[in-house]
């Protein structure tokens, strides 16, 4: 019900913008999240925003590069990232949350199957 996209390799110092199409239902009234596991790692909070946009959280090692945005309409929730850097590689997962946005991951009701981000030096 989550397809997330847009992942692949980019030099440090790119951007990548990764979409999360949600089908089968309506996400208009869930808040919506970005998570990432990187290899030999714990899955990690990285953005989530509100139902309605209107309010938006970040990792602190994100912020200033990563903006979470959403489109109702089209049911989608976008990641753009950019000056990436090699620390950022990890698989990337959107969730959504039948509450409010959320940085604890137990409180995502629904995931996607990831997108890979890969960051060379």
């Known amino acids: 019900q989550l397809q997330a996209s847009g992942g692949g390799l980019v030099q440090a110092g790119g951007s990548l913008r990764l979409s999360c199409a949600a089908s089968?239902?309506?996400?208009?009234?869930?808040?919506m999240g970005w998570f990432r596991q990187a290899p030999g790692k714990e899955r990690e909070f990285v953005a989530a925003?509100?139902?309605?946009?209107?309010?938006?959280y970040y990792q602190d090692s994100v912020k200033g590069r990563f903006t979470i945005s959403r489109n109702n309409a089209k049911n989608t929730v976008y990641l753009q990232m950019n000056s990436l850097k090699p620390e950022d590689t990890a698989v990337y997962y959107c969730?959504?949350?039948?509450?409010?946005?959320?940085?604890?991951?137990?409180?995502?009701?629904?995931w996607g199957q990831g997108t890979l981000v890969t960051v060379s030096s």
């Open positions: 969730a959504a949350a039948a509450g409010r946005a959320t940085m604890k991951s137990g409180e995502y009701d629904y």
């Open positions: 089968g239902r309506t996400f208009s009234s869930y808040g």
């Open positions: 925003i509100s139902w309605s946009g209107s309010s938006t």
